[in-house]
């Protein structure tokens, strides 16, 4: 009687499961907007601020304050440069004392205890990089009804739960440099494969949406293959790309990388699979990772923006905030040393083009 | 019988627990206030409820590895049931409830019927539940959830937290039952000597299984709460929560041969845990500081609490 339940019942959770199995590519489905297939910039439509409010915050005008930055998680060297940026901008501004702590593991879990503890601490702000855009906002609009100021940057929540979020290149923009990299080098009808972090990680799952309907649009023979995740971990990276490259085999003629962990990692895979040259690799890392394979040809190019700079004006935007001189409504902001950033989307905060980094200009850069 | 009283590993427990939450209110103002610790007990919620039926299972000198992925497979199947199939949100969390049961069934029969020993048994379910959980998942994150079922997770009755009302009437019928029932006894001998526990006629497959199923059913519960807590469902929630589940069990003073261990003392290790992991963030101590920490707290109580054992044993 008793075997005969479990026998049941695991049949049908099975079943249940396989019934609402779909096909995945990585991205989201919230609506994409694919850019002109030349070099045409984009219009970019002003949108009312709707961003969240903090209740009741003190006067922080010209004051010390206190920040604590929350990345997905510490101990990468992506995370490392845009704490170096937040440092640095809170040195220059002077009144500012920022500290990072985070997890160890990208886990949402851990990195929603770690913001809840601060508020607890009595921060006057937070920065954060979302693991989760929904599981993060509870916390946040929290912190946001003690008074304290929000601001994200890299990984998105959900607008109202934060003041403003520093979106640091367009997710357009970034699946049209990456698609258009990888048609030009792998060809127009490549069989190509994916390395993500996670199912969830917004802006991961953004630029892939982004991606494919680019690529449907303006290189449809584009094949993608599959959408594997490595959850910003080293060695599972590595795993998961070589993976995919002893399942396809000669069909897979590229790999994107879409966290700065997974593309060194895929490279390190094609290299030792043999298939430099055969393999592109293309996605977003840091320079330094990714200099050995750039040196030895097996990578041609490498996207990405400036760390430094984002953390850097992560914190100029929140000074500008908690002093007031950033307000819902405005169209731009003064951060520092970037000079003045455009408000898109209602309440981000563009930092510019995604950069290419190639064989001739990556030695210019050190992090 | 009172130096036997004093000498116990939870006395020198709740003295620890004194000591550490007195040096840790002097370095910050910000520990010992209500709202952080009601926030701590919130936050404290789900590992406790898992705890307790921790508890049960290390006291027989078994273990449960798989309560993480339990945790998340049914978080997923709460999502699936309500989202994908479409039944009321009320139904859906008694099914996923169900499943969740049912797994932690799963492993007792395992356990019992092929005699594997439970740490291969949940080690196993532990890969099987969570690749479970992220295939049925296949991505998408259910969000979107009806305001009521938010209570459970982030709201307040009278003024404390809703998951620590479940979690205090769970911990009441967990000390009970472990503490007062024939069947509590009976799990304390099977911890000390499980043939002669069935020689003396105590039904050790039936005890072994009840409490397997209860450890899934507990950690189905916590499941709920935490989906609740985070207002969306995601295939990698609770991994890592059974080594956290462990350390308060022993640390509570459990041992891991099984045959000794009280609830009561769980809910220390708990305590202790949960407030070193609040009190060193706000003294100013960094997330690997605090892990390092209660390690250092774990081998030193098991050390102290032996050196007692040893010079009482006769």
Known sequence: MLKKALLASATLLLAVGVAHSATWTGGDDQPTNPLACDATPPTVAAKPYDGGVPTNPPDRKGKPIKVVDVPKLIGIGYFDATSKGIAEAAKELGNVDAKTDGPTKANIDEQVTFIDNYITSGVDGILFAANDPVAISPVLKKALSKGINVVGYDANSQPDARQWFINQSPFNGIAKSLIDNMAKEAGEDAGVAIVTSTFTTPNQARWIAEMSTYAAKCHPKLQFLETVEAQEDNNLSFSQATTLINKYGDKVKGIFGMTSVATPASAEAVTQAGKCGKIAVIGLATPNAMKPYVAKDCVKSVVLWNPIDLGYAAMEVLRATADGTLKPGSTSVKAGRLGELAVINGSEILLGAPFVFTKDNIDKFNF | ?314
């Open chain 2, 1 to 314: 019988m009172t130096k036997n009283l004093l000498v116990r590993h939870e006395t020198i427990l709740a003295a620890l627990l004194a000591l550490a939450l007195v040096v840790l209110t002097t370095q910050s103002s910000h520990f010992f206030t209500v709202e952080n610790l009601l926030n701590q007990c919130r936050l404290m919620a789900e590992m406790g409820i898992v705890g307790l039926g921790m508890t049960f299972i290390i006291v027989t000198g078994g273990i449960d590895l798989s309560v993480g992925s339990i945790l998340g497979l049914v978080a997923i199947l709460l999502g699936v049931f309500w989202k994908n199939v479409g039944l009321p949100l009320p139904v859906a969390i008694v099914l996923a409830i169900a499943s969740g049961s049912l797994a932690g069934l799963f492993n007792g029969f395992i356990i019992t019927r092929f005699n594997v020993p439970p740490l291969i048994a949940t080690l196993a379910t532990l890969a099987l539940y969570r690749g479970l959980a992220e295939g049925i998942s296949e991505s998408h994150s259910v969000r979107g959830y009806p305001d009521w079922f938010y209570v459970l997770g982030q709201g307040d009755v009278w003024g404390i937290p809703t998951q620590l009302w479940v979690f205090l009437a769970l911990a009441i019928v967990a000390i009970f039952i472990l503490g007062v029932t024939p069947f509590g006894r009976g799990i304390y001998a099977i911890g000390s000597n499980a043939v002669a526990a069935r020689f003396s006629g105590i039904s050790v497959k039936r005890s072994l299984l009840s409490i397997y199923a209860a450890s899934g059913f507990l950690a189905s519960i916590a499941g709920v709460i935490f989906v609740s807590r985070v207002s969306t469902t995601r295939s990698d929630m609770g991994t890592g929560l059974e080594l956290d589940v462990i350390t308060a069990v022993v640390l509570g003073g459990t041992s891991i041969f099984g045959g000794r261990g009280t609830i009561v003392g769980t809910l220390l290790g708990l305590i202790l845990m949960q407030a070193l992991k609040s009190g060193l963030l706000l003294a100013g101590v960094k997330g690997d500081g605090t892990i390092m920490a209660i390690g250092l707290m774990l081998i030193g109580s098991v050390i102290v609490s032996n050196l007692f054992r040893m010079n009482t044993d006769g």
